[in-house]
């Protein structure tokens, strides 16, 4: 079993930048792709972005050109390094573990970002 600490959220200006980090510890080995994913007031949990474990990425296009997702496999940790964020990012921001590029198999708890205009 995977468990999964994300960290890094708050308040911050529009035009602003964040840096998000998830933690994963417990059966690391099987995690083949690490994501993060949002879910604002009255809305579905989207996809932001996704890295597999020999570099590959995804982004949301609404996060395209703003959002950089990293890992460092040393540390098991993934981070989300958010830039000229936006009010409409703001969100509770869950990272993500899978034992495939395709699935999501352990989730963390969850973390506030407010942007605030």
């Known amino acids: 079993q995977v468990r999964l600490v994300e960290s890094g959220g708050g308040l911050v200006q529009a035009g602003g930048s964040l840096r998000l980090s998830c933690a994963a510890s417990g059966r690391t080995f099987s995690i083949k792709a690490m994501g993060w994913y949002r879910q604002a007031p009255e809305k579905e949990r989207e996809f932001v972005a996704r890295?597999?474990?020999?570099?590959?990425?995804s982004y949301a296009d609404s996060v395209k050109g703003r959002f950089t997702i990293s890992k460092n496999d040393a540390k098991n940790t993934w981070y989300l390094q958010m830039d000229s964020l936006k009010p409409e990012d703001t969100a509770v921001y869950y990272c993500?573990?899978?034992?495939?590029?395709?699935?999501?198999?352990?989730w963390g708890q969850g973390t506030q970002v407010t942007v605030s205009s």
């Open positions: 890295v597999g474990e020999r570099g590959r990425t």
């Open positions: 993500s573990a899978g034992y495939t590029w395709y699935s999501n198999d352990a």
